[in-house]
């Protein structure tokens, strides 16, 4: 076997586990919201995972409210705090186009259920995919060196 041959064939052996950890991490967070909130009925398990939603929401929130105030901390030079701001808030804004984007295709998997249940299958999403951007944002900037500790 040719050495480029081999090293694809342990690349593409190798990519599963990666992405299974981060698909694992994510669907855990949308699975454990379809779980909890399976205990009611259609209408209950409904109005229970828009409440994940909006929970989720608010800790995405927090969690990009900490990394501003992170940032405004982090050793560096002002021009690129300001820079990292900047980038965050394109960040934020490109990452709900693409949560609002994903949730309405994986409700469109619903196929032709009733409303509700496609509504649910977008309110988990949101749960899912907000969970992991604010675990994200927390593991990004978590090793940001700031003017405290550096003191």
């Known amino acids: 076997m040719r050495i480029s041959n081999l090293i694809v064939l342990t690349g593409a052996l190798a990519l599963p586990i990666f992405s299974e950890n981060v698909w694992a991490t994510e ?6 919201a379809l779980e909890e909130c399976g205990a009611y009925s259609q209408a209950g398990m409904r109005e229970c995972l828009a409440q994940k ?18 940032l405004s901390t982090w ?8 820079l990292a ?11 709900e186009r693409y949560r609002d984007a994903q949730c309405a295709f994986a409700a469109s998997l619903g196929g032709g259920a009733i409303g509700n249940a496609l509504e649910m299958r977008r309110l988990s999403c949101q749960v899912g ?9 927390n593991t990004d900037l978590a090793a940001l060196p700031s003017l405290k500790s550096v003191k």
């Open 75 to 82: 050793d560096e030079d002002a021009k690129f705090i300001h």
């Open 27 to 32: 669907l855990e967070s949308e699975q454990a």
């Open 53 to 70: 939603s909006r929970e989720s929401g608010a800790a995405l929130r927090r969690a990009e409210e900490q990394a501003i105030a992170a």
């Open 129 to 137: 995919l907000n969970n992991a951007r604010s675990k994200q944002l």
């Open 85 to 95: 701001k900047q980038k965050l808030r394109a960040s934020s804004k490109a990452y």
